[in-house]
Nanobody, 115 residues
């Protein structure tokens, strides 16, 4: 089992920045991908960014150049640095970890960007 705890969400004005954190615990030794997804009201959950072992990354087109995903050296915490935030970035952001073909999810953290 893997437990994920997110933090760092909140309310910010358009153009501002936030950093989300996701701490993984439990059976983290076989996690090979961690990432962030988001879900806005009335919309499906969508990929924001993922990072694999070896530090390769992938981003949604809508956040490229504004968001950066990175992990700590121990590999058990993943961050999402969000700059130049827009109102359309408003959503619940979920951390995900993939281990042995199974996806684990955090409880989500709300990000609200005011115009």
């Amino acid at each position: 089992q893997v437990q994920l705890v997110e933090s760092g969400g909140g309310l910010v004005q358009a153009g501002g920045s936030l950093r989300l954190s996701c701490a993984a615990s439990g059976s983290i030794f076989s996690i090979n991908i961690m990432g962030w997804y988001r879900q806005a009201p009335g919309k499906q959950r969508e990929l924001v960014a993922v990072i694999a072992n070896g530090s390769s990354t992938n981003y949604a087109d809508s956040v490229k150049g504004r968001f950066t995903i990175f992990r700590n050296n121990a590999g058990n915490t993943v961050y999402l640095q969000m700059n130049s935030l827009k109102p359309e970035d408003t959503a619940v952001y979920y951390c995900a970890a993939y281990r042995q073909g199974y996806a684990y999810w955090g409880q989500g953290t709300q990000v609200t960007v005011s115009s």
